[in-house]
T-cell receptor
Framework: QKEVEQNSGPLSVPEGAIASLNCTYSDRVSQSFFWYRQYSGKSPELIMSIYSNGDKEDGRFTAQLNKASQYVSLLIRDSQPSDSATYLCAVPSYNTDKLIFGTGTRLQVFP | DAGVIQSPRHEVTEMGQEVTLRCKPISGHDYLFWYRQTMMRGLELLIYFNNNVPIDDSGMPEDRFSAKMPNASFSTLKIQPSEPRDSAVYFC?????????????FGPGTRLLVL
């Protein structure tokens, strides 16, 4: 089992809809989780981090964490074409300073 | 701040040639990470440094790859000899010492094509 798994997509949603991106991880001791966004041809940039079970909201973005199920998700409300990108889930490797990235989910928001 | 700077932005070379990628981290950042990104394998960590010292190079694919950080403001990743399977985008990222995993700032990347 990969340490961090994501559906590669593409996930296609209409403008204004809610996009739901999912990520599962294998390390039960992980305490923090990160979502990076990567536009085509660009570098990844951090958009959300979450440390405790439940939801964390930042504007149109909501990160949801369920440690018991080893599952973290990212919801994008009122999706815009400018949200079209690849979203990478990242989880720290146990007892190191490394981040383990998923392969990313490509999101397409069509007008 | 200019952010993480990488050079060259694009590199096309022939199999067997030496390739050197360069990175300047954000001033004050103590951690520097080298990643490789391909469609098949995603974003993979190759090596990372803390205060110019290599901490973990377990992601370096083989002896053809080497990385150095002679000072706090400069790092190189060298491939010698290069092979077509090394074709990828190579990213450098840096972060602060107190929370190295927290926010890694990525450079624009170097797109390497080995013919």
């Amino acid at each position: 089992q990969k340490e961090v798994e994501q559906n590669s997509g593409p996930l296609s949603v209409p403008e204004g809809a809610i996009a739901s991106l999912n990520c599962t991880y294998s390390d039960r001791v992980s305490q923090s989780f990160f979502w990076y966004r990567q536009y085509s041809g660009k570098s990844p940039e951090l958009i959300m981090s979450i440390y405790s079970n439940g939801d964390k909201e930042d504007g149109r973005f909501t990160a949801q964490l369920n440690k018991a199920s080893q599952y973290v998700s990212l919801l994008i409300r009122d999706s815009q074409p400018s949200d079209s990108a690849t979203y990478l889930c990242a989880v720290p490797s146990y007892n190191t300073d490394k981040l383990i990235f998923g392969t990313g989910t490509r999101l397409q928001v069509f007008p | 701040d200019a952010g993480v700077i990488q050079s060259p932005r694009h590199e096309v070379t022939e199999m067997g040639q030496e390739v050197t990628l360069r990175c300047k981290p954000i001033s004050g950042h103590d951690y520097l990470f080298w990643y490789r990104q391909t469609m098949m394998r995603g974003l993979e960590l190759l090596i990372y440094f803390n205060n110019n010292v290599p901490i973990d190079d377990s992601g370096m694919p083989e002896d053809r790859f080497s990385a150095k950080m002679p000072n706090a403001s400069f790092s190189t990743l060298k491939i010698q000899p290069s092979e077509p399977r090394d074709s990828a985008v190579y990213f450098c990222a840096s972060s602060l010492s107190k929370e190295p995993q927290e926010t890694q700032y990525f450079g624009p990347g170097t797109r390497l094509l080995v013919l």
